[in-house]
């Protein structure tokens, strides 16, 4: 079955760049017509959409955050890449990477990984 796993810094520091990368396996992130996608969850909040990558590489971001957004992808290593740019404090939240489906997210997500911004 198709596995997604959320790698990166647990600690960024305010005003830099956040990067995370979600490895796939069992399925590849190009096969018709599957999207990839970043969903954060803040403290005590909802889960927020941050964006996608669609599995012809088109990227489409949440209007809130596509000014500091953006998300790439390495086919050959099957995974997916976030940079958030100019991180706060608010950027603090637990980060999922999870496949894509029809009109919205569906059931295969990652385990979820913490990021906090250090002040």
């Known amino acids: 079955q198709v596995q997604l796993q959320e790698s990166g810094p647990g600690l960024v520091e305010p005003s830099q760049t956040l990067s995370l990368t979600c490895t796939v396996s069992g399925g590849s992130i190009t096969e018709n017509y599957y999207y990839w996608a970043w969903i954060r969850q803040p403290p005590g909040k909802g889960l927020e959409w941050i964006g996608y990558?669609?599995?012809?590489?088109?990227?489409y971001y949440s209007p809130s955050l596509k000014s500091r957004t953006s998300i790439s992808r390495d086919t050959s290593k099957n995974q997916f890449t976030l940079h958030l740019t100019s991180v706060t404090p608010e950027d603090k939240a637990v980060y999922f990477c999870?496949?894509?489906?029809?009109?919205?997210?569906?059931?295969?997500w990652g385990q979820g990984t913490q990021v906090t911004v250090s002040s």
């Open positions: 990558i669609a599995y012809s590489g088109e990227a």
């Open positions: 999870a496949r894509g489906e029809g009109v919205g997210v569906g059931d295969y």
